[in-house]
């Protein structure tokens, strides 16, 4: 306890510094990011628009504004991205911007400021926020960020514009019918809440089963107020293996076995009542496509030929961000490392995965859709 709460003050000593060095540069990002939307492929996308939720595999810039100590807008985040520190939690493309670049998009899904600020709303949002859950209190012990309730209420307010700029609500629905949503939440309320009993009471609530319930029961709350603002293309993505994060091993052993299996049971019961919610979904709402991607599966088959997956490849005191201005390992794209810090993908792993949940390679990867199947139907 005591040696965690030095790591914490630590951390955020780290962060104050990293803060004060960060707002020059931060007015300067400010100035460029309406020209942060970088052009890749020429010609139409495979759907007019892409609508991203969820966590920090896909936050690009949410959580730069909140006061929060789980950033990455400081180097070696985005050491290799274009633009450099963006808020990416990666050296480089996410998830999500894999995923937008097979879809055909010309540019990178705006956050909600810059989508806001460039005035270009049309073609999607990206939401997410690192730290964020189902659950409203979910990673609160590093700050604010944007839980799943707050992205959905800022997706409504976009709805509402996207209203005015199309006229009609009948026209934004047809609109906002075709696009594709990707939703990614749900590992947070573990790592970032069930599994810190220090922090919450979660873990003395319920037991794994009874969480796993609970979580889906307000998951299916959201998802169905997602559909009802005009979603219909909706890809969920499973959990991935959290027990498998440098930073999970780190913090509670592994007993011998290459992951701590305490967190992977405890993800896989709820992946298996998300199946059957989606199932449920399908079922009861009409013209409803949702469809769930396996990060499980997917996370364990795009780490086969990664030969360090213990530790990430930029330093960390134990926890979960680089330490700023750190130097992470020197070749980033040879397939050593697993992981970039010690929770999320490196960049050319972070591409295997969005490529493989956009085209499944086994039938399981993605039932009953893979998300180029989606933008089809
Ligand atoms: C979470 O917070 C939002 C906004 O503050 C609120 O509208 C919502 O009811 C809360 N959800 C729960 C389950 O407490
Ligand atoms: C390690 O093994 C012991 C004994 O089997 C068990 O009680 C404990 O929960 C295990 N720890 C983890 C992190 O799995
Ligand atoms: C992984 O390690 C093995 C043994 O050290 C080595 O032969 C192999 O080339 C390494 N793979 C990569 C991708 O570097
Ligand atoms: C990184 O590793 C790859 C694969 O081993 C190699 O092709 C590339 O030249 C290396 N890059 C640098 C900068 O060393």
């Not at 780290?14 to 007015?27: G, H, Q, W």
């Not at 892409?50 to 990455?72: E, M, Q, R, T, V």
Request: hydrophobic share 40%; with cysteine.
């Amino acid at each position: 306890m005591n040696q965690k709460f030095l790591l914490l003050v630590l951390k955020y000593f780290c962060f104050s510094m990293a803060e004060m060095l960060l707002k020059a540069s931060r007015m300067l990002s400010a100035l460029l990011f309406v020209s942060n939307l970088l052009p890749w492929v020429h010609g139409e996308p495979q759907v007019p628009c892409y609508f991203i939720f969820g966590d920090s595999l896909f936050d690009n810039g949410n959580n730069n504004l909140l006061l929060n100590l789980a950033k990455a807008n400081y180097l070696p985040y985005g050491i290799d991205f274009p633009k450099g520190p963006t808020g990416r939690y990666s050296n480089g493309r996410n998830i999500g911007d894999a995923i937008a670049e097979l879809l055909g998009f010309e540019g990178y899904i705006p956050s909600l400021k810059q989508a806001i600020v460039a005035n270009n709303v049309l073609q999607g949002v990206n939401y997410a926020s690192g730290g964020a859950g189902i659950r409203n209190e979910t990673g609160r012990q590093v700050g604010d960020l944007v839980p799943m309730d707050e992205q959905l209420q800022n997706h409504r307010t976009i709805v509402s514009r996207i209203t005015r700029i199309l006229g009609s609500k009948d026209s934004a629905f047809k609109h906002l019918n075709k696009c594709i949503y990707t939703v990614d939440m749900g590992i947070n309320d573990y790592i970032m809440n069930y599994f810190m009993p220090q922090f919450y009471y979660t873990s003395r609530q319920y037991n794994v089963e009874q969480y796993a319930t609970a979580l889906i029961q307000q998951y299916s709350e959201q998802l169905k107020s997602l559909y009802d603002a005009g979603a219909r293309k909706i890809a969920v993505m499973g959990l991935v293996r959290g027990g498998c994060f440098p930073f999970s091993l780190a913090t509670f052993g592994t007993n011998g076995s290459l992951c701590v299996e305490m967190i992977n049971n405890a993800v896989q019961i709820f992946n298996n009542k998300l199946i059957s919610l989606i199932n449920n979904l399908n079922a009861h709402l009409p013209h409803a496509r949702f469809t769930y991607i396996n990060l499980f599966q997917i996370d364990g088959a795009s780490a086969q030929g990664f030969n360090i997956t213990n530790i990430g490849c930029c330093r960390v005191i134990t926890f979960v961000p680089c330490i700023p201005f750190s130097s992470p390992c020197s070749n980033r794209t040879d397939h050593q490392y697993a992981y970039w810090d010690s929770v999320h993908p490196i960049e050319a792993r972070a591409l295997i995965i969005g490529r493989r949940a956009y085209e499944a390679q086994e039938p399981t990867d993605a039932f009953p859709f893979d998300i180029r199947r989606l933008a089809q139907l």
